[in-house]
């Protein structure tokens, strides 16, 4: 239960009037139980008396209405939306002006202080902003990284990741290296294959081709059955995109052989590969529908070097002429002879790696 709170009023009038209550007394006393006889100048004490009486009676109360509207006032300031200090008149007692010269600063403090938490909880707003931009960046890369993982080595996202320049994967035209390998007579091995087995065979295929591929700074563009296809020196120089490719079909051709009796052991059949290489100028960029792209690389050179692929033999690596003269200071080639291309008018040299 709610204890009941005493006013400054009610305690001025109770004060008062026992105080006042006293001289009467004396009065009564002196004249009913002494016989006091009244005189002239006991009327003119007892007249003194009661204006004293009055004027205390009239100070008294003066000052409980200044302290009871400092009270009103001071409510009315600690309620208010907008604070504000109280200014009062000069004749209100020391006490009282002390009081709300201390209201007055308590209230200045307190302004302080809302200031000071509106500055910071501006800064943590903007700290907040910024921390839920960064955030969405990290996202976005996150979503770029996992999507560049997908064709190209993880060193190499990073680096395009944090490059200032253009993302090296847009729509282009430059000079590039074209790797195509192949594995020979699929069809036929295959068809005596469960479905289960010829993607179980074809993944762990893809896997050990693909890091290699990425390992030469390559870029997987896609995989057609038990064909793929990449694409070197799109990234950095494309004289080193050459180089890089002749040496990835090498490691292709010894990672296979390594891999067969791995595959034997599994029950898969074995076999072998083919890869033709060629470099040239090439279209890079996003090629399909609005519902469906793919980033591919299209041109002449592209055409030659899968048809180079075509006729390379089990274990073979062909090159086209461009490819060659970028490598046969690094890489041991042979002539291969000349191929016709459909749609080309001229013939393509080809040489072969490693003879």
């Given at each position: 239960?709610?204890?009941?709170?005493?006013k400054f009023k009610d305690?001025?009038?109770?004060?008062?009037?026992?105080?006042?209550?006293?001289p009467?007394?004396l009065s009564f006393?002196?004249?009913?139980?002494?016989?006091?006889?009244?005189?002239?100048?006991?009327?003119?004490v007892?007249l003194?008396?009661?204006?004293m009486?009055l004027?205390?009676?009239?100070?008294?109360?003066?000052?409980?209405k200044?302290?009871?509207?400092?009270?009103d006032?001071?409510?009315?300031a600690?309620?208010?939306?907008?604070?504000?200090?109280i200014?009062l008149?000069?004749?209100i007692?020391?006490?009282?002006?002390?009081?709300?010269?201390?209201?007055?600063a308590v209230?200045?403090?307190?302004a302080r202080?809302?200031?000071?938490f509106?500055?910071?909880?501006?800064?943590?707003m903007?700290?907040t902003?910024?921390?839920?931009?960064?955030?969405?960046k990290?996202?976005e890369?996150?979503?770029?990284?996992?999507r560049?993982?997908?064709y190209i080595?993880?060193?190499l996202v990073?680096?395009?990741?944090?490059s200032e320049?253009?993302?090296?994967?847009?729509n282009?035209?430059?000079?590039?290296?074209?790797l195509?390998?192949?594995?020979r007579?699929f069809?036929?091995?295959s068809e005596?294959m469960?479905?289960?087995e010829v993607i179980g065979?074809?993944n762990?295929?893809?896997?050990?081709m693909?890091?290699?591929?990425?390992k030469?700074h390559?870029i997987?563009?896609?995989?057609?059955?038990d064909?793929?296809?990449?694409t070197?020196g799109?990234?950095?120089d494309?004289?080193?995109?050459?180089l890089?490719a002749?040496?990835?079909s090498?490691?292709m051709?010894?990672?296979v052989?390594?891999?067969m009796?791995e595959?034997r052991?599994?029950g898969y059949?074995?076999?072998?590969?083919?890869?033709?290489?060629?470099?040239?100028?090439v279209v890079?960029?996003?090629?399909?529908s609005?519902n469906?792209m793919?980033?591919?690389?299209?041109?002449d050179?592209?055409n030659?070097?899968?048809?180079?692929?075509?006729?390379s033999?089990?274990h073979?690596?062909?090159?086209?002429?461009?490819t060659?003269?970028?490598?046969q200071?690094y890489?041991p080639m042979?002539p291969?002879?000349?191929?016709?291309?459909?749609?080309?008018a001229a013939?393509?040299?080809?040489y072969?790696v490693?003879?």
């Amino acid at each position: 239960m709610k204890k009941k709170r005493i006013k400054f009023k009610d305690i001025e009038q109770a004060s008062y009037s026992l105080i006042g209550f006293i001289p009467y007394l004396l009065s009564f006393y002196l004249i009913i139980y002494l016989d006091v006889k009244i005189t002239a100048e006991l009327l003119v004490v007892g007249l003194v008396a009661l204006i004293m009486h009055l004027v205390g009676y009239s100070v008294i109360r003066r000052f409980g209405k200044q302290l009871a509207n400092i009270c009103d006032i001071t409510a009315k300031a600690a309620m208010s939306e907008h604070k504000y200090s109280i200014e009062l008149n000069d004749d209100i007692p020391d006490e009282l002006s002390e009081i709300v010269q201390h209201f007055n600063a308590v209230l200045a403090e307190s302004a302080r202080s809302s200031r000071n938490f509106q500055e910071v909880t501006t800064k943590l707003m903007v700290y907040t902003r910024d921390i839920e931009h960064y955030q969405q960046k990290l996202r976005e890369e996150g979503v770029s990284r996992n999507r560049l993982s997908r064709y190209i080595d993880k060193s190499l996202v990073e680096k395009i990741i944090n490059s200032e320049e253009d993302i090296p994967l847009q729509n282009a035209r430059q000079e590039a290296t074209m790797l195509f390998a192949d594995i020979r007579s699929f069809t036929a091995i295959s068809e005596h294959m469960a479905p289960e087995e010829v993607i179980g065979m074809l993944n762990d295929y893809f896997d050990a081709m693909v890091k290699i591929i990425f390992k030469h700074h390559g870029i997987l563009d896609k995989f057609v059955g038990d064909e793929l296809m990449a694409t070197f020196g799109v990234i950095g120089d494309s004289k080193e995109g050459a180089l890089n490719a002749v040496k990835a079909s090498i490691a292709m051709q010894a990672r296979v052989k390594s891999l067969m009796p791995e595959f034997r052991a599994k029950g898969y059949p074995v076999f072998e590969i083919g890869i033709g290489i060629n470099t040239g100028e090439v279209v890079m960029g996003n090629v399909g529908s609005k519902n469906r792209m793919d980033y591919t690389v299209i041109g002449d050179t592209v055409n030659v070097a899968s048809r180079l692929q075509q006729m390379s033999e089990g274990h073979g690596i062909i090159v086209g002429e461009k490819t060659y003269q970028h490598c046969q200071a690094y890489v041991p080639m042979k002539p291969k002879g000349e191929i016709k291309v459909k749609n080309r008018a001229a013939a393509v040299k080809c040489y072969e790696v490693g003879k």
